[in-house]
């Protein structure tokens, strides 16, 4: 006859239990050693904190015998447009990215290789744009950044790609109607109004008549997680913030800090220069929002 053994059914139980309940302990103890380091480790150390984790990834990836995937920039340029050198994070996001715009064209009724001529604008080392290198022959892929060293790296390894450096504010050396798809993946997310006044101007001059751009911004979600309740209060009055935060403060130029929006401003807005014809929450890697823009002929 079968019978339970109460007491082997106790000690999993007991040690799942501790299991969780150690790990709740470590999350508490690790908020709390960074809330009593954060007013005596000086702001100074923070940039060294970085670099030292970048250069750690450096390190193991050199001492790694693996092959080297192919369009895979060093974990400085990765760190440089994502804030993490981390390899794995890198690609799964870039190709979260590509399904994402994929999912985003439905409402145009358009897969992402009816497009003949898309760009990446602000591609940095193209993240996003190695997941389209199995394009049909006759689809054209461009990407455009302001940073010269990314750029370059994209020029010296992805050759499906034709790179080149844009100013900071229009105009480009791209002719009018040039693009059917253009894409802006956490480009907005760093420009001030003005900036991005200028840009959707620029954008509907290089967009063909209706040509499709996806922009991505740092919609409601990304506000409630990431400002503090005044400055969200702020938002919720005037649609758009910009703000410079203490950590890309550290590296980036003045313009180019941290921006959000919502989605009425955008609606509100946007629609002077594009039809706004979606706006999709989490739209990308579940964390920004995606802004569908057609250019009315
Ligand atoms: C957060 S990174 C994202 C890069 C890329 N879109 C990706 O998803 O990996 C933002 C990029 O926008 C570029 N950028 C900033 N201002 C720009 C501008 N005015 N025109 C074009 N690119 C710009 C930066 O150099 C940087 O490579």
Redesign the pocket.
């Known amino acids: 006859m079968f019978e339970i053994d109460y007491c082997i059914i106790f000690t999993i139980y007991y040690k799942y239990a501790l299991a969780y309940f150690s790990l709740a302990l470590a999350l508490i103890l690790m908020k709390f050693i960074r809330k009593l380091l954060r007013p005596i480790v000086p702001k100074a150390f923070v940039p060294h904190a970085f670099r030292g984790w970048v250069w750690g990834v450096t390190f193991c990836e050199s001492l790694s015998l693996c092959r080297r995937e192919p369009f895979l920039p060093l974990p400085r340029l990765r760190f ?4 993490n050198p981390q390899k794995r994070q890198y690609l799964a ?2 190709q979260q ?1 590509k399904d994402d715009l994929q999912t985003a064209l439905k409402p145009t009724g358009k897969r992402l290789y009816d497009f003949k001529n898309i760009l ?9 744009l190695i997941w389209l290198r199995n394009k049909p022959d006759d689809c054209r892929l461009f990407g ?4 010269g060293e ?1 750029i370059d790296w994209c020029q010296k390894h992805l050759d499906f790609v034709e790179c080149r450096v ?4 229009p105009p480009t050396d791209y002719p009018d109607d040039k693009f059917d798809l253009i894409f ?4 907005f ?3 001030d109004e003005e ?1 991005q006044r200028q ?1 959707l101007a620029e954008l509907n001059r290089i967009a063909q008549p209706s040509g499709i751009v996806l922009i ?1 911004v740092h919609g409601p979600t990304v506000a409630r997680q990431k400002l503090p309740p005044d400055l969200q209060r702020t938002l919720a009055e005037r649609g758009a913030l910009f703000y410079a935060d203490s950590f890309w403060k550290l590296y ?1 130029s003045e ?2 800090q941290t921006s959000f929006h919502t989605p009425e401003y955008i609606k509100n807005t946007w629609s002077q220069y594009f039809d706004v014809i979606d706006y999709v929450e989490q739209g990308i890697n579940n964390w920004h929002d995606l802004v569908v823009l057609k250019k009315v002929c």
């Open positions: 440089k447009v994502s804030g996001v870039g990215i990446d604008f602000g591609c940095g080392c193209g993240r996003t455009s950044d302001t940073d990314l844009n100013p900071p504010l802006l993946i956490s480009v997310t760093h420009l900036y840009w991505s980036f313009y180019y």
